[in-house]
């Protein structure tokens, strides 16, 4: 995945500032910050966020999980999955301090950006019926529900 950083005029009392947002890969080396991460950034919990479970992903698929930082502190991330057929998009989740500044769009472009590059057709979110924050957040990038779906789950573990 290339890196890119991203940079945007933010507004304060009439003045500009300039501030940096750089996406990129996680490696082995950011996996405990991005599993402290979602546990304040993102809503609800996954069977797998657990470092075996972040350690087989990244080890499988070095450019799915995707992070984006500001001031080098973490302020979002997204798992871009691509199984070679369908693009998946799992855990966006932008920090509390960094919603509604760009970062979950940034996020999302990266993730596009990747599929495209892959062959991928279309893009699909797990998104949590109860969390209507991330249905706007989800809405404003392009996406919305398909009610002729339901998602079906066995436990493996």
């Not at 470092?51 to 984006?68: N, T």
Request: aromatic share 8%; with cysteine.
């Amino acid at each position: 995945m290339p890196e890119w950083r991203r940079r945007r005029r933010t507004g304060g009392g009439g003045m500009a500032a300039m501030t940096d947002l750089r996406i990129r890969a996680a490696t082995p080396a950011d996996l405990d910050a991005v599993l402290a991460f979602w546990k304040v950034a993102a809503e609800g919990t996954s069977i797998s966020d657990d470092r075996a479970g972040v350690e087989r992903l990244v080890a499988r698929d070095p450019e799915a999980l995707i992070l984006a930082e500001r001031g080098g502190e973490l302020a979002g991330t997204v798992i871009a999955g691509f199984d070679g057929w369908r693009c998946h998009l799992y855990r966006l989740a932008v920090h509390p301090e960094h919603r509604r500044r760009g970062v979950g769009g940034a996020l999302l472009a990266a993730a596009e950006e990747r599929f495209v590059r892959l062959g991928g057709r279309r893009g699909d979110a797990m998104v949590l019926d109860r969390n209507a924050l991330a249905h706007h957040a989800w809405r404003a990038a392009g996406y919305a529900p398909q009610p002729e779906w339901s998602r079906w789950v066995k436990p493996l573990a």
